[in-house]
């Protein structure tokens, strides 16, 4: 394709990001780093997503990618381009989630330009192939039918399904469900989302020097198709039920219990809460660790998740889940909730704070070694507006960190 224009450039030099903006509209962000010889990341991103699918399209439009993989780009089917990309070091895949639609790659140096290529032509040259979707058709329904004599798939449906109040856009896909879906509403769906690239930015990190990857970004990105479309996602209020839910499901032959308790609920989202957020899962992680498989020997291992969210709206939740023996599932839960109490009334001491702040603080030296880091939080700063310099800002975090802010978070 012809090569487009350089708008505007901004160098972020106390991270070492440089900005372009060009004249389609394409945002790229760039950092170049020496952390590994062979590896050049990319994610790209553009809001909209699923969000933007009306209910009675929206497992076409959830399903997009997965058709347009099996199918291949351009004149390649998948069979095909995977034979042309036979020797290269070199992998691309467009994603469609529930707020936003973009690619994730990464490539070897010597093969960034067949990457540029792969992300030109993904957004592009999406194929429409009959053949291909029925044979995922066929492939997706043995599998989902395989699924169903599985205790554990039917447990995850029943905690999907309840804590979206059954939302029909959150019901668990089945073989049934499947055949809801349509080529053509799938292709047509994936060509919008990728058809303007006006709003889509891109963020490449790894080893390349700047005068090398402009003239590939100038060419397979400046280039991309724009329709000056102003848009956004949309908020369609998928939400966790009020109050207290207990469900039990019975199910398989083998003595086992699946445990998952989950807290849920709204908050004020910031760099600032979400870090205190963090932390305080992290205090809850080592504690529930020491109890239940050190002290009272109920659990191999239990697995504590908390995510903050900012969009689609400002909300948060606590998965503590673990496996047992189903005799002990009432024995190892009231010590969960026990310890969650003692978190909220107490708060924690010395011994765990400074636990929490050590093990930050080695993480963090480390990831700063890392192309995967850059990127993900990259892009964690651009989509929450903030500014790049909070890269260097993360001991104020650890340092201000207390006792106090522990059990503030616990109890809010």
């Known amino acids: 394709p012809d090569p487009g224009k350089i708008l505007s450039e901004k160098i972020y030099s106390s991270v070492g990001i440089t900005e372009w903006i060009m004249d389609n509209g394409v945002r790229v962000l760039l950092k170049s780093t020496d952390f590994k010889n062979d590896e050049i990341l990319i994610k790209a991103y553009s809001p909209g997503g699923t969000s933007l699918a009306g209910d009675k399209d929206f497992l076409s439009a959830y399903l997009a990618t ?7 780009i351009g004149n390649f089917s998948s069979i095909q381009l995977e ?10 895949s467009p994603y469609i989630s529930e707020l936003y639609e973009g690619l994730r790659g990464s490539a070897s140096p010597q093969d960034i330009e067949t990457l540029f290529q792969l992300i030109f032509l993904h957004i592009t040259e999406a194929r429409l192939d009959s053949s291909a979707y029925n044979s995922f058709l066929t492939r997706t329904s043995g599998w989902l039918e395989n699924l169903k004599s599985r205790p554990e798939s039917v447990f995850q449906d029943t905690l999907t399904a309840t804590l979206s109040q059954n939302h029909i856009r959150k019901r668990p896909l089945t073989a049934e469900l499947l055949m809801e879906t349509d080529l053509h509403t799938a292709v047509n769906f994936y060509r919008d989302r990728f058809g303007d690239a006006g709003d889509f930015t891109f963020i490449i990190v790894g080893n390349f020097s700047i005068d090398i990857i402009k003239p590939l970004a100038l060419q397979y990105l400046g280039s991309l198709p724009t ?3 102003s848009e956004s996602w949309v908020n369609h209020n998928i939400s966790p039920p009020k109050g207290n839910v207990n469900k039990s499901v019975y199910r398989g032959i083998e003595p086992k219990g699946l445990t998952q308790i989950i807290y849920t ?17 992290e205090v809850l992680r080592i504690k529930m660790r020491e109890v239940l498989r050190e002290d009272m020997g109920g659990v191999y291992g ?6 903050m969210s900012h969009y689609p709206k400002e909300s948060f939740s606590i998965s503590i889940g673990f496996g047992c023996d189903p005799e002990r599932v009432k024995e190892l839960s009231t010590a969960v909730k026990e310890q969650i109490q ?4 107490e708060g924690t001491t010395e011994k765990y704070l400074h636990k929490v702040k050590e093990t930050q603080r080695r993480k963090h030296e480390v990831d700063l ?3 995967r880091y850059w990127l993900r939080v990259t892009e964690l700063i651009d989509k929450h507006d903030w500014d790049f310099d909070i890269f260097n800002q993360f001991d104020d975090l ?4 207390s006792l106090n802010t522990i059990h503030e978070t616990a109890n809010q």
């Open 66 to 72: 997965d058709i347009i993989s099996e199918s291949g």
């Open 83 to 92: 034979k042309k990309l036979s020797g290269k070091i070199v992998n691309i």
């Open 227 to 229: 329709k000056n479309r």
């Open 265 to 281: 609920g709204d908050c004020e989202w910031s760099r600032q809460s979400r870090y205190d957020f963090l932390s305080m899962i």
């Open 302 to 307: 239990v697995r504590i998740q908390g995510d």
């Open 342 to 345: 003692i978190i909220m009334e």
């Open 369 to 371: 070694e890392k192309n």
């Open 398 to 401: 650890v340092n201000g960190l």
